[in-house]
């Protein structure tokens, strides 16, 4: 079955303490992405990459980092997480081209930073 | 940077009856598409409908159609007989050159049995 995988599905952590969040997808798919959903303000953008090791800063990128050192793999860094980092995150995949391509996403990494 | 508007945080709509959820975009690219996600209460993001700029032709998903006014840069979601499965939050999406999705800030739909 084609899909896009996030662990863990709910987190909860402390202030500084640093996180992974995981993404794999099975579709070979050469772009992928994170984007954070906060009330109000939709989805937005944290960081792309369209293949690997091309890695590029979405609208969002303060404070997360990404590898994509494998084309199914993409995972989300909070080295040092704060409270605002609290929110829903997605990761997407899709083929490089053409945009009209659906943009696959996973089923959210709830994150609660107290 | 593109834009994208849903001025519309809540809608109601009666079941069987017939609800439009409103989005307005800006950009400067002339080629792109739009996107209408579906997120019901488990979260997932669900593709509802997708439409290509350069084609004038309205796109239909069963229940689901569009109406397209490029020149406005208005893409309104109409839905059909609803259903109370249709009661979610739903985004409005574009995606252009860059390939990036960028979201509007999503309407909740209530539907009413």
């Known amino acids: 079955e084609a899909q896009v995988t996030q662990n863990p599905r709910y987190l909860i952590t402390v202030t500084g303490k640093k996180l992974t969040v995981t993404c794999s997808q099975n579709?070979?798919?050469?772009?992928m992405s994170w984007y954070r959903q906060d009330p109000g303000l939709g989805l937005r953008q944290i960081y792309y990459?369209?293949?690997?090791?091309?890695?590029d800063k979405g609208d969002v990128p303060e404070g997360y980092k990404v590898s994509r050192k494998e084309k199914r793999n993409f995972p989300l860094i909070l080295e040092s997480p704060s409270p605002n980092q609290t929110s829903l995150y997605f990761c997407?995949?899709?083929?490089?081209?053409?945009?009209?391509?659906?943009?696959?996403f996973g089923p959210g990494t709830r994150l609660t930073v107290t | 940077a593109q834009t994208v508007t849903q001025s519309q945080p809540e809608m109601s709509v009666q079941e069987a009856e017939t609800v439009t959820l409103s989005c307005t975009y800006d950009?400067?690219?002339?080629?792109?598409?739009l996107f209408w996600y579906k997120q019901p209460p488990s979260r997932q993001m669900i593709l509802v409908i997708r439409?290509?700029?350069?084609?004038?032709q309205n796109a239909t998903e069963n229940r689901f159609s569009v109406n397209f006014q490029k020149a406005a840069k208005s893409f309104s979601l109409k839905i059909s007989d609803s259903q109370l499965g249709d009661a979610a939050m739903y985004f409005c999406?574009?995606?252009?050159?860059?390939?990036?999705?960028?979201f509007g800030a999503g309407t909740i739909l209530r539907v009413k049995s």
């Open positions: 997407a995949s899709s083929p490089f081209a053409p945009p009209s391509y659906e943009q696959y």
């Open positions: 579709m070979n798919h050469e772009y």
């Open positions: 990459s369209m293949n690997v090791e091309v890695t």
């Open positions: 950009t400067s690219e002339s080629d792109y598409y």
């Open positions: 439409q290509e700029a350069y084609k004038q």
């Open positions: 999406a574009y995606r252009g050159y860059g390939n990036k999705l960028v």
